[in-house]
């Protein structure tokens, strides 16, 4: 059974954009695909197919006929995106999806949301990696609390936010792993499309 022909996840997927990409040198979420779709489009298309609600957290000029939250605080990163997130009140569990991801499936976000019925927090396992991966990330909205007690002491990192957490980590199939690569570069912008045309 894929994503499409389950139940869409009865929550909100965020699709986090408006970084500074200084080592893309423009704005990740406008890169455009060989059909003319840029990956924020794509990314919202995925989520589209598995959750009920999808949200933009970034600037409201981005596609402003869809549903934003801005930052309460500029310039913090995608932790300020999250604590802004968790602070609206527009539902009480969240699933943070990157636009710089272009691997990632429907099917593996549906996974990762659905594990947030036993969990305050979910990420994919570590796997074969030196570190933890901390986005996709599903949040109930009662972890609020933990990045609020922490932003008042520090700038935390998102790796030091979910150190505060129970997080559970579902586990991912072996040729889902490269799935969780993300785009920072011109070239890995490059290979990823000749993998595409490749395939």
């Known amino acids: 059974m894929t994503a499409s022909t389950m139940p869409p996840w009865p929550h909100t997927a965020v699709v986090m954009i408006g970084g ?26 995925r989520l589209q197919c598995m959750s009920a609600r999808q949200i933009i957290s970034g600037p409201m000029d981005i596609q402003p ?35 710089d991801m272009p691997r990632l499936t429907s099917e593996m976000l549906k996974r990762l949301a659905d594990a947030l019925e036993h969990a305050e927090a979910v ?24 990045l609020q007690e922490l932003v008042e002491h520090e700038t935390p990192s998102i790796h030091r936010f979910l150190e505060t957490l129970h997080v559970a980590e579902v586990p991912l ?9 993300n785009i ?16």
């Open 20 to 45: 500074q990409s200084r080592r893309m040198g423009t704005a990740k979420h406008e890169l455009t695909f060989e059909d003319g779709r840029t990956m924020l489009e794509t990314t919202l298309d």
């Open 65 to 99: 006929e869809r549903e934003h939250v801005t930052d309460l605080q500029p310039n913090r990163g995608p932790i300020g995106a999250i604590e802004s997130v968790l602070k609206s009140n527009l539902d009480d569990r969240y699933l943070f999806v990157p636009c």
């Open 123 to 146: 990420v994919f396992e570590q796997g074969p990696r030196p570190v933890r991966p901390v986005l996709p990330l599903g949040l109930r909205c009662s972890t609020a609390a933990n």
């Open 173 to 181: 199939m072996d040729f889902e792993i490269d799935c969780l690569l």
């Open 184 to 199: 920072n570069t011109p070239e890995d912008w490059s290979t990823y499309l000749s993998t595409r045309e490749s395939g």
